[in-house]
């Protein structure tokens, strides 16, 4: 069965420094998400993504964050200049389109120092 | 989006039947109920999702009431591995996010 796959697993970063979480969506899915999850705490979308643009972002998805396809394949987040706060789960999502189910990759752990 | 109540948890025995309510009483004639589930800290699966009537497939069955204020996930016979938090989530059609609340927290009982 087809999978969202996502890479690093664990990234660990100090304060400061800039951070690429990497995502392959489903092949031929054409929407694309990146939520977060603080530990203990609700999944918040971030940015949606679609035919080469945003489409959304949320409040959290400030200056700081960007998001790239590019390839035909991998989805990015990057974050320019990490804070402690940016500590989370990140996680990938794709569909194909509503009202399909959004697909969710496992997961990236981020851990700021 | 319609904003949802459930219950924060519920505990249910190994092969019983879980059944995990959830009301939206100010959903949208076009809005989606769809249920997703997080097992302790990974991606949060698909489950389910329905309109207006009653859907079944291999995970589950989701019973949506006539006038659409509530609805209920049935998982027929819980495993252990069962256990999670499990999200009720309304939405519109289209390229829109989830929006994910608390959830129930399911414990499964040997």
């Known amino acids: 069965e087809p999978e969202v796959t996502q890479t690093p697993s664990h990234q660990v970063t100090q304060m400061g420094q800039e951070v690429i979480l990497r995502c392959v969506p489903i092949?031929?899915?054409?929407?694309f998400y990146w939520y977060r999850q603080i530990l203990g705490q609700k999944v918040e979308f971030l940015v949606s993504?679609?035919?080469?643009?945003?489409?959304?972002k949320s409040e959290i998805f400030d200056d700081q964050f960007s998001v790239e396809r590019p390839d035909g394949s991998n989805f990015t987040l990057k974050i320019r200049s990490t804070k402690l706060e940016d500590s989370a789960m990140y996680f990938c999502?794709?569909?194909?389109?509503?009202?399909?189910?959004?697909?969710f990759g496992p997961g990236t752990r981020l851990t700021v120092t | 989006d319609a904003k949802t109540t459930q219950p924060p948890s519920m505990d249910c025995a190994e092969g019983r039947a879980a059944n995990l309510p959830c009301n939206h009483s100010t959903i949208s004639g076009n809005e989606y109920v769809y249920w997703y589930r997080q097992i302790h800290s990974q991606g949060p699966q698909y489950i389910i999702h329905?309109?207006?009537n009653n859907e079944t497939n291999e995970m589950a069955s989701l019973i949506i009431t006539e006038d659409r204020k509530s609805s209920t996930l049935i998982l027929p016979h819980a495993t252990l591995r069962d256990t999670a938090v499990y999200y009720c989530?309304?939405?519109?059609?289209?390229?829109?996010?989830?929006?994910f609340g608390k959830g129930t927290r399911l414990s499964v009982i040997a």
């Open positions: 999502a794709s569909f194909l389109t509503s009202p399909y189910e959004q697909y």
């Open positions: 092949s031929n899915h054409l929407y």
């Open positions: 993504f679609y035919n080469n643009e945003i489409s959304e």
């Open positions: 989530i309304v939405r519109f059609s289209g390229n829109t996010p989830l929006v």
């Open positions: 329905g309109l207006k």
